[in-house]
């Protein structure tokens, strides 16, 4: 089977990673990819967006099989797109990736099948949103964009100001276009956060290993969001207790919730959770694997991942028994010197080379988000640049062997937290 993956991240090199030691895997493709990815697939220069440039490569190809892996291309329709003209596609169609797409359809969601989550208001209009954080007078509070804002559209706001401020740069300034027509205006929760990503095919949901994120761009999660900083999986707040819940109060009940909407979901799901005092609760569902979470989750997945793609897009994920390895693993984004704001590219990076010392270590591997390649060097080419991920027996064993590989590379102005794994619960 020959498998042709859309993206160009560190998710994206973690999938083709995976699907590059499936027996069943033959040649491997990526559209656009990046520097890394194309010593372990063949990439092509098109857009994750540009629906007839992949499937004019899907056909010249001759892919078997397209793993439609970000969320833009997925809200616009290009796993419809691709299977309409014949190929079996890996990923919700665009009615189903709603659910990530608009926040005002998965709260309503929600609220319409009983799932778990924190209360809310949905407005049209500022002066409106306004008046009702006022009456509320509860802070902080939560004010989040509708749309797609490429992980940025949420905001915390301490107080009234901040939360007129980001209404302000939402609705009227339009920072993310028409992501901001419609806001949510939410409850502050607080207890950990946990990420489950779950296969579904509409029919049976299997949750992979749990994972946490961390998306604040500094250590002790301050600054600026970000799309992730780091991750570790296992996620140790994430008793058996709380999966059990977790699977019977938000899982389930989501896939068949979907069902009933005629918006059946088959794809990776991702559950953003909160373990809250009250007992878990989403705090937002995303359409695909998540980045960084799919750099620490595949590397633990024993089970063939062409077999699960294939048996989720012919409905018989029930015939799986889906298998995770016992250790842990962590990864740490390098990421280029000012993001999430504007940084630099074109930097080389230092201690890449096959016979560098990373390349000895075993259990250690280098997903490249950010970079390409010229003259068999590697330079930034992004804001998230690489994720080293290692594994250990432990959680301990897999952060020290991370940051050690961390120490081995090297690029100017090279940003990354030091505190990944060490958030206390
Ligand atoms: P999202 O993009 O929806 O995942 O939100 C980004 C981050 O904001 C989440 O990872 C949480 O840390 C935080 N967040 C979102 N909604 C809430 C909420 N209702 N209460 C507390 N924190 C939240
Ligand atoms: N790491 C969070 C996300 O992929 O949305």
Redesign the pocket.
Known sequence: MDILVIGSGGREHAIVRKLKESPKAGKLYCVPGNGGIACDAACGPVGAMDKEGVLAFAKEHKADFIFVAPDDPLAAGMADFLEAAGFPCFGPNAKAAEIESSKVFSKNLMKKYGIPT?AYEVFTEQGAALEYIREQGKYPV?V?ADGLAL?K??V?AQNEQEAEEALQSMMEDKIFGDSGSRVVV????TGP?VTVLAFTDGKTLCPMASSMDH?QAYDGDKGP?TGGMGTISPNPAYTKEAAQRCMEEIFLPTMQAMNAEGRKFKGCLYF?L?LTPDGPKV??YNSRFGDPEAQVVLPRLETDLAEIITAVAQERLGELEIKWSEKASACVILASGGYPGSYPKGLEIAGLDEKGQIAAMPEVTVYHAGTKRENGKFYTNGGRVLGLTALGDTLEEALETAYRAVDMVNFEGVMYRRDIGRRKL
């Open positions: 924190a939560v989040k992980g559209g949420v915390i939410e409850e502050f929760l956060e998306k969001n953003g909160m705090i937002e």
